[in-house]
C-alpha cells in the first residue's frame, strides 16, 4: 500500500538567532545532518517548530525553506494548525505553492474537545487543496467522547484526509484506527519514547523532537524492527529513554536545542511562552550525558 511517510520524521527545530529572530540561514546544516541519518521525512512548523510561536509570514518562510532544503529527497508535511481556521488554509494554499508533500494541523484551538469543531476545521484545510492532510492528534486536545469508530466516521467527508500523527499513550486507540481504517491511513505515532510500542500496535513510522539529535539510534531501532530484530529495537528504544527522561527533567525543547548546538548545528534557544535551561539544568544535561555508554547523534 503506497503511504506518503514511513520510517524515522523528525518533527524540525526552527531555528533562531540570539535575539529571537527566525534564522532561516542555519536550516540547511540541520537538514543535511538529519537526511544523512537518514531519516525518511520531515514534519515542519509543530509543537516542536515553535509554529505556534511564530507569526504567518514567518511560518511560510520557514516552510519555503525547508521545502527548498529537502529537495525531493523525502516527503514534507507542513504543519499549518494552531491558528485560526481562515489563516490554517492560508498556510495550507501557500504549503502547496511551495512543494510540501502534504499538510497536518491540530483541532482548533477555540474548541478542544469537541469533534464536530475539529471536523469543520479539518474539512477546510483538507478541502483547500490537493495535498494529503494529516491530523495533528494531541492527547488533551481530542474529543475524549469520541471511539475510534465515530471519529473516523466523522472524518469520512474530510477530503484528502490521508493519516495522523498521534501524540497520545492510549495505544489501544491508536490500534483501533488503524484497524478500522482497514490499514488505508498513514499511522504515525508521537511520543518518542514509546516509538518501538507504536510499531507493535502497526504504526507507519513515528514523528518525534528528540530525533533531531538521535536520529541514527532511532533510525536503527526502526530498521531493526522491521527486520525482526525485536529485542535490538527494544534495547535502542531503552537507550533513547535515557536520554527521553533527561529531557523531561530539564525542559525537552530547550534540552534539545542546546544538543543540537553542542553537536555544530546552532539552533538558538526556544521562543517564549517556551521556557528556556536554567543553568542548573544545562549542567544536568551536559554532565548526564557524558555517563551515557551510548553516542547521542
Avoid at 543535511?32 to 511560518?59: I, N, Y
Avoid at 483547500?128 to 475510534?148: G, M, Q, R
Avoid at 529531557?247 to 543540537?260: D, E, P, Q, S
Amino acid at each position: 500500500m503506497d503511504k506518503l511517510m514511513r520510517g524515522i520524521v523528525p518533527a524540525l527545530c526552527t531555528p533562531f538567532d540570539q535575539g529571537g529572530e527566525l534564522a532561516v540561514d542555519r536550516v540547511p546544516a540541520l537538514v543535511r545532518a538529519l537526511l544523512d541519518a537518514p531519516v525518511a521525512g520531515f514534519f515542519v512548523c509543530g509543537s516542536t517548530g515553535e509554529g505556534k510561536a511564530m507569526t504567518l509570514p514567518e511560518r511560510k518562510q520557514m516552510g519555503e525553506t525547508a521545502v527548498w532544503e529537502v529537495g525531493g529527497a523525502v516527503p514534507v508535511i507542513l504543519h499549518v494548525g494552531g491558528t485560526s481556521t481562515e489563516n490554517a488554509v492560508a498556510l495550507a494554499r501557500h504549503a502547496a505553492s511551495i512543494g510540501a508533500d502534504a499538510t497536518a494541523s491540530v483541532a482548533p484551538i477555540d474548541a478542544p474537545n469537541n469533534l464536530a469543531a475539529a471536523v469543520e476545521h479539518y474539512a477546510a484545510i483538507g478541502a483547500a487543496t490537493d495535498l494529503p492532510f494529516y491530523v495533528y492528534w494531541l492527547a488533551d486536545a481530542a474529543d475524549p467522547s469520541a471511539t475510534a469508530g465515530q471519529f473516523l466516521e466523522a472524518m469520512e467527508p474530510v477530503e484528502n484526509f490521508a493519516g495522523f500523527k498521534f501524540t497520545d499513550t492510549n495505544f489501544y486507540l491508536f490500534q483501533q484506527l488503524v484497524d478500522g481504517s482497514g490499514g488505508t491511513l498513514n499511522a504515525l505515532t508521537g511520543p518518542d519514547e514509546m516509538c518501538v510500542a507504536g510499531m507493535v500496535m502497526g504504526s507507519d513510522g513515528a514523528i518525534g523532537t528528540t530525533y533531531n539529535v538521535i536520529p541514527r539510534l532511532i533510525v536503527g531501532m526502526y530498521d531493526a524492527f522491521h527486520r525482526g530484530d525485536i529485542r535490538g529495537a527494544m534495547a535502542a528504544q531503552v537507550k533513547a529513554n535515557r536520554l527521553i527522561s533527561l529531557l523531561m527533567r530539564v525542559g525537552v525543547l530547550a534540552g534539545v536545542k542546546a544538543m543540537l548546538g553542542w553537536q555544530g548545528i546552532p539552533v538558538g534557544e526556544p521562543r517564549p511562552p517556551t521556557p528556556r535551561l536554567s543553568p542548573e539544568g544545562l549542567d544536568e544535561l551536559r554532565h548526564t550525558l557524558d555517563t551515557f555508554d551510548f553516542e547521542v547523534a
